[in-house]
């Protein structure tokens, strides 16, 4: 059975860095796609990052690039985010999200497999 934890967020400074982490097990191969998505407050939920696990291609929206890289430990099935010169906009609801299979998407109905979310709060 998948299963997908997200950890690491919490409350920085405009201008500050935060790494998210999310460990994703149950797979029983590389051939499956890891996604972060994030939900701010009245707003739509929207991707942010992506990373195909056998190939380690990424993709990322404009708003984050430059700013934020998905990467992957390979001693485990741990996915980061981590996030640098975050703004107060950044502030929201970030998941993890997995879906099987190879070949990167935005599309949130996409993926199968959530956690359950942590909060990133970006304020002075």
């Known amino acids: 059975q998948v299963h997908v934890a997200e950890s690491g967020g919490g409350l920085v400074q405009p201008g500050g860095s935060l790494r998210l982490s999310c460990a994703a097990s149950?797979?029983?191969?590389?051939?499956?796609?890891v996604g972060w998505f994030r939900q701010a407050p009245g707003k739509e939920r929207e991707g942010v990052a992506f990373?195909?696990?056998?190939?380690?291609?990424?993709d990322y929206v404009d708003s984050v690039k430059g700013r934020f890289a998905i990467a992957r430990d390979f001693a485990g099935n741990t996915i980061y985010l981590q996030m640098d010169s975050l703004q107060p906009e950044d502030t929201a609801i970030y998941y993890c999200a997995s879906r099987s299979g190879i070949g990167l998407t935005r599309t949130s109905l996409h993926y199968n497999y959530w956690g359950r979310g942590t909060q990133v709060t970006v304020s002075a």
């Open positions: 149950g797979f029983h191969s590389d051939r499956y796609v």
């Open positions: 990373l195909g696990m056998s190939d380690g291609q990424a």
